[in-house]
């Protein structure tokens, strides 16, 4: 069949990489993709917003299946018009826009997981309206204080503040437009103090299997300081999430949720991405995304044995209940190279070398173009250097030796990936 991903990231290209391989892949095209996707299949030239686009190149180009990389176009409803007359026949790995809600409004999601008796943070929802009621809130908690923005801000709207005053500030800034359409609702969550982990499923709205387990590490700063990126890095297998963890985990979140989006009636053939953190060995849920994590994309996609064009086919048939999958037993470790600068403004253009020396890792392209025959960096986040090793404190070593071999100006990575367990 031919399969088209759409996006431009490292999550991208770990899953075009894997899809390649699969021998009922007849045809992959990658929208807009990288000069890694590029390696896997044909990049297209399309922005992931421009809906009406892709969906003419579906069916112009007899795509028979879809998979949604980022979660801009799940939000804005690219699987709503996918459901239209012409388009009906087309597999799409992806929710609509309605049950999109669950990443694109931590309220909706907030709402669902008190629904469900889903384990979370006490939170509050603030707006305008009721602005002194949070400041209020914000009174019965103990610092530090947790403000989220409703909406997607690109990774940059939650805030964790240590002091009550400056707390209060923030949200009143958030409120007053700090990001923009994404926070004229806030909410407001206690602080959860534990250790963070994510999950993964891939569900047809019933039925689902889940992926391994990974743990991403959001500070720019080595020991996790400073300010919070896209990710910096992941590790695959979690050490500390053992059996016990795993079947809490099942029973008191991933089931519940799943069991949710089936009673709701929502169209859900996709990833959820659980983010988790572990509190005095009970699992809580921090957040929900509607598709694959990245980094972790780039450690959870190499460790499935299995074809997955097969998985995704199973899912679009909604017979995921006849699935099983196999996961190498090994570790699969990433660190993420970013832009001097990131997060916040850096350059763009700098020239990569040293690709070709790279030696027992894979290289995911993040934030790359091709210019003039050369490599150069196009984002915050430009490569994902992965590595697969029995031990993982092997598997980091040999990824931080192969990003010590690649070099652009102003290049940084965190030296210190894993150093928690």
């Not at 005053?165 to 949200?171: M, Y």
């Not at 039925?207 to 080595?222: H, N, S, T, W």
């Not at 031990?391 to 070593?397: E, G, L, N």
Request: aromatic content about 8%; glycine content about 10%.
């Amino acid at each position: 069949m031919n399969i088209l991903i759409i996006g431009a990231g490292g999550r991208e290209h770990a899953i075009a990489q894997k899809v390649s391989e699969s021998p009922h892949c007849v045809k992959l095209y990658i929208a807009p993709g990288n000069p890694g996707t590029a390696k896997c299949g044909q990049n297209i030239d399309f922005k992931v917003s421009d809906i009406s686009r892709i969906k003419n190149f579906c069916l112009t180009n007899d795509i028979s299946m879809v998979i949604v990389g980022p979660e801009g176009p799940l939000v804005d409803g690219i699987t709503d018009a996918f459901r239209s007359e012409e388009t009906r026949h087309i597999g799409i790995i992806g929710p609509d826009a309605y049950a999109a809600q669950l990443e694109g409004s931590k309220a909706f999601a907030k709402k669902f997981m008190q629904k469900y008796r889903i384990p979370t943070a006490a939170y509050l929802e603030v707006n305008q309206q009721n602005m002194a009621e949070g400041l209020s809130f914000l009174e019965t908690l103990t610092p530090p204080f947790v403000l989220k923005a409703d909406g997607l801000a690109a990774g940059k709207g939650v805030l964790i503040i240590a002091d009550i005053n400056e707390a209060k500030a923030e949200l009143q800034a958030m409120l007053s437009g700090k990001f923009g359409q994404a926070s004229t609702t806030v909410v407001i969550e206690e602080f959860l103090s534990g250790i963070e982990f994510s999950v993964f499923a891939l569900t047809d709205g019933k039925d689902y299997v889940l992926l391994p387990e990974a743990k991403d590490y959001k500070r720019i700063g080595e020991g996790d300081t400073g300010l919070n990126t896209g990710g910096m890095g992941a590790i695959s297998p979690v050490p500390f999430v053992d059996e016990a963890l795993w079947q809490k985990v099942k029973d008191k979140i991933v089931k519940p949720t799943i069991d949710g989006l089936h009673h709701e009636k929502m169209d859900y053939t996709g990833f959820v991405f659980f983010g988790l953190i572990k509190v005095n060995n009970e699992p809580y849920v921090i957040e929900y995304n509607c598709r694959l994590g990245d980094p972790e994309t780039e450690v959870v996609i190499p460790r499935i044995e299995d074809d997955l064009v097969v998985l995704f086919q199973a899912a679009i048939n909604k017979k995921l209940s006849s699935q099983k999958l196999n996961i190498t037993q090994q570790f699969a470790a990433t660190v993420m190279m970013v832009s001097g600068g990131y997060p916040e403004d850096f350059e763009k253009n700098k020239v990569i070398l040293g690709l070709n020396e790279v030696n027992g890792s894979m290289v995911y392209h993040a934030g790359t173009i091709e210019k003039d025959g050369q490599i150069v960096t196009a984002g915050g986040r430009v490569l994902a250097i992965t590595t697969i090793h029995e031990d993982f404190r092997k598997a980091i070593a040999i990824s931080l030796s192969n990003a010590d071999k690649i070099n652009f100006d102003g290049k940084y990575y965190r030296k210190d990936i894993g150093f928690d367990l």
